[in-house]
């Protein structure tokens, strides 16, 4: 056979191969493999088909076994995570609509995403991360304006009423603020043109969405750009997923390729039935399909906070990420699975039961 016939043909089983495994369903965890490694397991054994790594936890030597053991490498990047950065660069800090500094929201810290700075800041961490580390695909987080939504009552302070954001909201609405103290003129905007706000401020993070899947698809043409997300509908809590976090479907719907709920449901003081109801929900909002774009892999949770889950209560809540249009699940985090050998079991049953 001619060499260029045998590049072709070649090519084309490769196309294939990518292509089985863009249909293949994600049997997936979070968190490093080495809590799994240690004992001595590994990824293929326990049906695990994909691992979600904080970028910043990454490494070749995780890359490479995971490879060997026929896994998929996706990184995690903290898209609006300001902690360790504001401290040092108070012009990035979200100002309230009194015109003070926003407390921290809990364990999180967020960041005004209008800071130009800390955007190339992000932008040169991602560029950097893609030329190091060959992965599958980047998994945006604290993806939303300062506030924390991982909690039974959540924090939803209202920003940024910084001058940059003042002005960029005028500049891009046309509108005209009238002077006065930050009180008077967040006053001013939520009463006149609450609407023209919220839909200025969604359209910051989908821009920011954008840019870094731009970067991703320069450096790594055809990786996966997914995103971890508020999993609230539109009417929960006054709709502050839209209103308060920026996070609006149906713009990022059109930039993202997978989205994946964070279904933490104790952590969140939810039943693990929710877990279903709500991804029934969003499939059915998102008109989610199997083997269409964008897909849905929720995460679900693992971890022992606030109170234990039991390896049955972890297999159920597993079934209930793989229902509705779901085609794909992960768990949060490895650690917690690996830390009881009853969870183990449960994730290695339910991913070596799953269909590819």
Not at 48 to 63: M, P, R, Y
Not at 71 to 97: C, D, Q, S, T
Not at 272 to 283: G, S, Y
Not at 321 to 326: E, T
Request: charged share 25%; proline share 6%.
């Amino acid at each position: 056979m001619k060499p260029v016939y045998t590049l072709i043909i070649g090519l084309l089983l490769l196309s294939q191969s990518h292509e089985q495994e863009k249909r293949t369903n994600v049997k997936g965890i979070y968190g490093s493999p080495a809590p799994f490694w240690d004992q001595g397991l590994n990824l293929d054994d326990l049906g695990v088909n994909a691992i979600f790594v904080h970028g910043a936890s990454l490494s070749q030597g995780i890359l490479d076994r995971a490879r060997t053991e026929r896994a998929r490498v996706f990184a995690e990047f903290p898209m609006l995570n300001g902690k360790g950065y504001v401290e040092n660069h108070p012009e990035a800090w979200p100002i309230n609509e009194t015109g003070e500094k926003a407390a921290s929201a809990s364990w999180f810290m967020g960041v005004c995403p209008t800071d130009h700075d800390f955007r190339r800041h992000r932008a040169e961490q991602l560029r950097k991360l893609l030329l190091t580390f060959q992965v599958d695909g980047v998994w945006i987080d604290y993806v939303h304006w300062h506030a924390q939504f991982e909690e039974p009552e959540p924090i939803l302070p209202e920003t940024c009423f910084c001058e940059r954001c003042l002005a960029e909201f005028q500049a891009a609405t046309h509108l005209h603020i009238p002077g006065g103290k930050t009180s008077e003129k967040s006053a001013w905007i939520l009463l006149h043109h609450d609407r023209e706000w919220r839909d200025w401020r969604c359209s910051v993070i989908a821009d920011w969405a954008r840019q870094l899947k731009a970067i991703l698809h320069q450096e790594r043409p055809g990786a996966l750009f997914g995103m971890f997300h508020c999993p609230w509908n539109d009417e929960e809590f006054n709709g502050a997923r839209r209103r308060i976090l920026g996070i609006d479907y149906d713009t990022l719907k059109s930039v993202v390729d997978v989205f994946s709920p964070m279904l933490y449901h104790r952590r969140m003081g939810r039943s693990p039935e929710w877990v279903k109801e709500n991804l029934e929900w969003f499939c059915k909002r998102l008109d989610a399909r199997p083997g269409e774009v964008p897909a849905v892999w929720p995460i679900v949770q693992a971890y022992d906070d606030p109170v234990p889950i039991s390896p049955e209560e972890f297999e159920k809540v597993l079934s209930y990420g793989l229902s509705a249009g779901s085609t794909g699940v992960m768990m949060f985090t490895s650690v917690a699975v690996a830390a009881n050998a009853g969870k183990i079991e449960t994730m290695k049953r339910f991913y070596s039961g799953m269909r590819n």
